[in-house]
């Protein structure tokens, strides 16, 4: 079972702010970072750290953290940003790595 | 630009052992990071199986830490993914990745920057 739990999943109308969030105890001490995965394609970086964008990341693509959630935002969602998200963290003994189930992203 | 290309045989039988390597262009292992394993059951979520150091320091998922091998050869900037015994469970998109988590530092939370296109490994007679 993962120590990371995400919403299987959520759905947001076009132009809408959707959230995405990630629970799990090692995100009381560890940043989680989020990928996006589109059908059929490899993971992609979309927030790391406090609340980084990677070069190329739209900026309708935040993070935050509070406690041990961990959240994803999209202000003004599009249509090419349903996919599957994934959050990943350090786990509670800092020596493995570990990724929530995932959640599916349908733009409505 | 950092790239990552698994390779690999696309079939593996049942209790042998998988074997995949990851080319890295654009960046030299040993200058720094350490370097993933990803993997993900066809329809399901991703599973970390483990990271290198350019030293050979390894760390392992420990659902899988009896069965996997991680090593690194600097010389051809590359590094390497063995699971032995496998069963159909492990059939697969085995991802390499770029890790960028210092795993001596408790303060350093990490992120997997660069991915290769994945490849399929299937487990079947």
């Known amino acids: 079972s993962s120590e990371l739990t995400q919403d299987p999943a959520v759905s947001v109308a076009l132009g809408q702010t959707v959230r995405i969030t990630c629970q799990g105890d090692s995100l009381r001490n560890y940043y989680a970072s989020w990928y996006q995965q589109r059908a059929g394609q490899a993971p992609v970086l979309v927030i790391y750290g406090k609340n980084i964008r990677p070069s190329g990341i739209p900026d309708r693509f935040s993070g935050s953290s509070s406690g041990n959630t961990a959240s994803l935002t999209i202000t003004g969602a599009q249509a090419e940003d349903e996919a599957d998200y994934y959050c990943n963290s350090r786990d509670s003994s800092g020596n493995h790595r570990v990724f929530g189930g995932g959640t599916k992203l349908t733009v409505l | 630009q950092v790239q990552l290309q698994e390779s690999g045989p696309g079939l593996v039988k049942p209790s042998e052992t998988l074997s995949l390597t990851c080319a890295v262009s654009g960046y030299s292992l040993s200058n720094a990071y350490f370097w993933g394993w990803i993997r993900q059951p066809p329809g399901k979520g991703l599973e970390w199986i483990g990271s290198i150091y350019h030293s050979g320091s390894t760390y392992y998922n420990p659902s899988l830490k009896s069965r996997v091998s991680i090593s690194v050869d600097t010389s051809k900037n590359q590094f390497s993914l063995r699971l032995s015994s496998v069963t159909a469970a492990d059939t697969a998109v085995y991802y390499c990745?770029?890790?960028?988590?210092?795993?001596?530092?408790?303060?350093?939370?990490?992120?997997?920057?660069?991915w290769g296109q994945g490849t399929l490994v299937t487990v079947s007679s």
């Open positions: 990745a770029r890790d960028r988590v210092d795993y001596y530092s408790s303060g350093s939370s990490g992120d997997f920057d660069y």
